[in-house]
């Protein structure tokens, strides 16, 4: 592994040698700074070297800036979730990655030329989690309903809860309602949760969020009742649903049948 990683240096080193004198400095840095976000991460504590990305698997030619392709061997489910979303599927298509610039939603100014890839919401040295599930978003989205995350009892419930090294099922952030997570159960029996990353899978239709997430904590009739509030969801969630549905004895009636079945 010590020999990978000094190829590896090597190899950036070059890279930099190619770019005038300045260029040498920073891909110095870059590989320190590199360095010391993933000695501390995932990666670092299980084994995953530099070479993992930063090398063609089938060419073994190095890879100065890997794109998801590098991520894949490990983590199929993430990278074909990704590009199935609006996030990811300029990438699927070819095209050159999303940017704030391209949106018709509010955006940050000063984001509007970040290019959307894995790198984006969790740097891929650090692969932070919770950094990912609600600081990245809001350096890009602008918009009421984003925005007012912050004022919500689920934004406390995160801040109370933030365990690494995933958000605890307790806590709602962004990524809860929008990469929600699913539940496998691994050979050894254990359970694991693997996160969709297709941010476009519960916006529609709207009753999917609620079976896949707020049903894991809230009722069907708190539930439905928030979410077909477009002032609640505007204002993210904030105070308790006062929308009272008309079609909900129904759903109510059908509830009852369902559990006096069990
Ligand atoms: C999990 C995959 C992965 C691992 C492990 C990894 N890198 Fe990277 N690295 C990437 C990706 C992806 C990029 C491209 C980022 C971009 O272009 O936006 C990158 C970019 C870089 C850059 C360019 C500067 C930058 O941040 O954009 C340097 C330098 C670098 N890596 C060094 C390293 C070193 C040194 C190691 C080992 C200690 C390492 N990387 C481990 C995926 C990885
Ligand atoms: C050679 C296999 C391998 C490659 C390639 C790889 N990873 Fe990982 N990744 C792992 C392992 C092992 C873990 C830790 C166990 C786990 O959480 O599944 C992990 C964990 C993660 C986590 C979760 C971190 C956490 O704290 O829970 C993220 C995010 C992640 N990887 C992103 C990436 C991205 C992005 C790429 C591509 C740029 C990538 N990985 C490439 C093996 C890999
Ligand atoms: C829009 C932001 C965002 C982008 C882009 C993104 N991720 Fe993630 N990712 C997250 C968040 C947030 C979590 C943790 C969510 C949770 O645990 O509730 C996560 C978790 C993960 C995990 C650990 C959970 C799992 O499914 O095993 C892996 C691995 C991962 N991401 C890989 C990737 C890869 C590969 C890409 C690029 C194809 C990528 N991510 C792009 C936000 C993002
Ligand atoms: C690099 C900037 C960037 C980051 C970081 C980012 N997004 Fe996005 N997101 C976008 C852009 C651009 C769009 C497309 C918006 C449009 O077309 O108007 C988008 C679209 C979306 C949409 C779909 C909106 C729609 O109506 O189709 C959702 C939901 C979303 N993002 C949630 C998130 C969440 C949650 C996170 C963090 C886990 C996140 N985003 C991180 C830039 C970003
Ligand atoms: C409790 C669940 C929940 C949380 C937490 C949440 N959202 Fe949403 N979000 C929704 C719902 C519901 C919608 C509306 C879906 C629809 O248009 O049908 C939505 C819509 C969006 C849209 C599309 C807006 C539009 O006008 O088309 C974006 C972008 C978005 N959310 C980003 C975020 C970001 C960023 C965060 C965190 C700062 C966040 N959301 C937190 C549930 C949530
Ligand atoms: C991980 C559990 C969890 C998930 C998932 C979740 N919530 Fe919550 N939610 C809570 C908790 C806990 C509270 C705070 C209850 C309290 O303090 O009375 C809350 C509060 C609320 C409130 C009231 C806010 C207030 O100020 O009183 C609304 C409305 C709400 N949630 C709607 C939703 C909707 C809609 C979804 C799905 C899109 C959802 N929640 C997903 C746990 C969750």
Not at 31 to 36: E, L, P, R, S, T
Not at 87 to 105: D, F, K, N, V
Not at 147 to 168: E, G, I, M, T, V
Request: glycine share 4%.
């Amino acid at each position: 592994m010590r020999w990978l990683l000094s190829c590896l240096l090597a190899g950036l080193l070059l890279l930099g040698a190619a770019v005038p004198a300045t260029g040498e400095a920073i891909a110095e840095a870059e590989v320190d700074a590199a360095i010391g976000l993933w000695r501390d991460s995932a990666h670092g504590l299980n084994d995953i070297n530099c070479s993992s990305c930063h090398q063609d698997s089938q060419t073994k030619a190095f890879v100065a800036h890997p794109t998801q392709e590098s991520c894949q061997s490990c983590h199929q489910q993430a990278v074909d979730t990704f590009l199935l979303g609006k996030h990811g599927i300029r990438l699927l298509e070819g095209q050159t990655p999303l940017t704030p610039r391209l949106a018709r939603l509010p955006m940050q100014p000063a984001a509007l030329d970040r290019q959307m890839t894995c790198n984006t919401c969790h740097d891929v040295h650090a692969v932070n989690t919770l950094q990912a599930a609600v600081d990245s978003c809001l350096t890009c989205h602008k918009d009421t309903h984003s925005l007012n995350y912050q004022n919500s009892k689920h934004a406390q419930l995160f801040a109370a809860d933030s365990s690494l090294p995933r958000p605890s099922s307790m806590a709602v952030s962004c990524a809860t309602c929008h990469l929600p997570r699913h539940a496998v159960k691994l050979a050894d029996g254990t359970e694991a949760a693997w996160v969709n990353h297709n941010n476009t899978f519960t916006l529609k239709p709207r009753d999917r969020m609620v079976q896949e997430v707020c049903m894991n904590c809230h009722g069907v009739e708190y539930s439905y009742n928030s979410i077909f509030d477009d002032a609640l969801v505007e204002a993210n969630f904030d105070q308790p649903p006062s929308l009272s549905l008309e079609t909900f004895d129904l759903v109510r009636q059908l509830e009852a049948r369902r559990t006096a079945g069990e």
